[in-house]
């Protein structure tokens, strides 16, 4: 059996405070995207893992073998699995692989052992594995609250294609929650971001664009902030790093912008994806 994982970009990331317990209360705008990597899982003799890049891990460090293990936990599930992971989103990039490949484990495992279980207990299946993966099993734009436990999801009518760009380096996304504590970070206002989406107003979701978080990527990941100028000067009418990066993304309307820009940044050395929204509502 094969799935999709899908990649995502944060449109809207503020960081609100903490919890009690020292972890980051969060207010998103999430949406999932045109861009995926691929999970095939067949029942073998032993659950393994092998992928088509060398330096992706395949041990209990991996999150698709750590979903493995919270679904086998969960409900006495002895099956072992045989998985093949094709990558295509980068690592430290900002755009959820590692969450999305966990969650497509978590709906292929649902399926495969004929568990039909509810939205909610997927959700807190995810919730073991991590924050993001809550979001990826749903795959649908949302406003998402919290630690990422608290989903709201919403029908977009606006669109517009995507450009991802990727620095040679990443962004641990440790550090860079650990950098923001230093500094005193923006504060974008996430629900003007959901209601210009929901209503199509696209010069308003361009002026909603922004991340709690960019700053303190910034000073970890100085090409960046190299990045964002280029994809200014490409003509892109917004232009933000996806959660904490180190993935920059442009947003246009115009497709001779677009491909201009994918064919010189791509010449230059970047990772560079045309993408668009994935469930659009259009």
């Not at 649902?110 to 807190?124: I, K, N, V, W, Y």
Request: contains cysteine.
């Amino acid at each position: 059996m094969k799935e999709r994982a899908y990649a995502k970009i944060n449109l809207c990331l503020d960081v609100i405070g903490r919890t009690e317990d020292g972890y980051h209360q969060l207010k998103m705008i999430m949406v999932p995207l045109d861009f995926y990597d691929v999970l095939e899982m067949v029942p073998g003799k032993e659950t393994s893992l092998r992928t088509n890049r060398g330096y992706i891990p395949v041990n209990d460090k991996n999150t698709v073998i750590k979903a493995i293990h919270v679904m086998q936990e969960r409900y006495g599930i002895r099956t072992q699995y045989d998985c093949r992971l094709v990558k295509h989103i980068p690592t430290q990039a900002g755009l959820g692989g590692g969450s999305a490949d966990a969650a497509a484990a978590i709906r292929m495992i649902d399926r495969m052992e004929g568990l039909h279980l509810s939205t909610e207990e997927m959700l807190e299946a995810g919730k073991q594995v991590g924050s993001d993966v809550p979001f990826c099993i749903l795959n649908h734009p949302a406003l998402v609250e919290g630690t990422g436990e608290k989903i709201t999801p919403f029908d977009i009518r606006c669109r517009f294609d995507i450009l991802l760009v990727k620095p040679r380096r990443g962004v641990s996304t440790a550090a860079a929650f650990q950098a923001v504590d230093e500094e005193e970070p923006v504060h974008p206002d996430c629900r003007e971001m959901q209601r210009a989406l929901m209503e199509d107003d696209y010069p308003a979701v361009v002026r909603a664009l922004g991340n709690s978080l960019e700053g303190a990527s910034l000073k970890l990941v100085k090409e960046i902030r190299t990045v964002k100028e280029k994809l200014t000067d490409c003509g892109f009418d917004g232009v933000l790093m996806s959660g904490s990066g180190s993935t920059v993304f442009g947003i246009t309307r115009d497709r001779t912008c677009l491909e201009s820009a994918m064919e010189t940044l791509r010449t230059q050395g970047y990772f560079v994806r045309s993408t668009h929204i994935l469930n659009e509502g259009l």
